[in-house]
């Protein structure tokens, strides 16, 4: 199962009713470079058969030294496709250690009451139609206005995102679905405050009116 971007708010106790699958996932892919705010590189997969994935990745050669056995010895070279490798568990492990599962908690609470509120506001935009309400920290809208096309609104929409992200305030995404592109507003870094989506929010807005004025001219 893919968790990297969602799975880390599950462990927010009134976020776990969304997820109700995750229990029954035989592997479960996580990002703690996204949901525990790490830097980059930080990937993480948890297996329920540890027996299979090294199966799947062990390989022996003549000039790699001779293995190291026994079940309380953990080589990960055995479970993934390196062999040198960094040790980017121990920046999980050291945070956890540092800073305790409650803020880390507390932070993904935070964004996500940050992305609701956002998702509320952006919605009151005049023209804006959300395509994808949040779940946990993301949310996806596209332009829409009497008349408009599909093609058109695209062409809109993917401007209003280049000229939000020309301000240099905050910065959007965006994805095509189905032949639709849609904006997209994910709030998922630890320095994401409330003042970054009034940011958010006033510059959507703005920009918005500005790409409205020429389109529906
Ligand atoms: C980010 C993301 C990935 C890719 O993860 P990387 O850490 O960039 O390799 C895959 N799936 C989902 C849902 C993601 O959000």
Known sequence: MDGAYGAFFHLCPELRGLMPGLSRADSL???????????????ALLVRDGAALRQAHEATAGYLPGRSDGDEFYDPHLYGPELSRGFPGLRVWLCLKLYGAERFRAALAEKRALALEAAARVAAVPRIVMAAPPQ????????RWPGSSLAEENRATELLVERVN????????????????LARVCVLSFRTRARHVAACVTDLAEEAA????????
Do not use: I, Q
């Open 136 to 143: 946990v920290s993301l949310f996806a809208f596209h332009l």
């Open 29 to 43: 892919t996580l990002d703690p470079h996204k949901g525990l705010f790490l830097p980059y590189g930080t990937g």
């Open 210 to 217: 500005a790409v409205l004025a020429t389109a529906s001219a």
């Open 166 to 181: 020309l301000r240099n305030r905050v910065m959007l995404s965006g994805a095509v679905v189905e032949g639709r592109f």
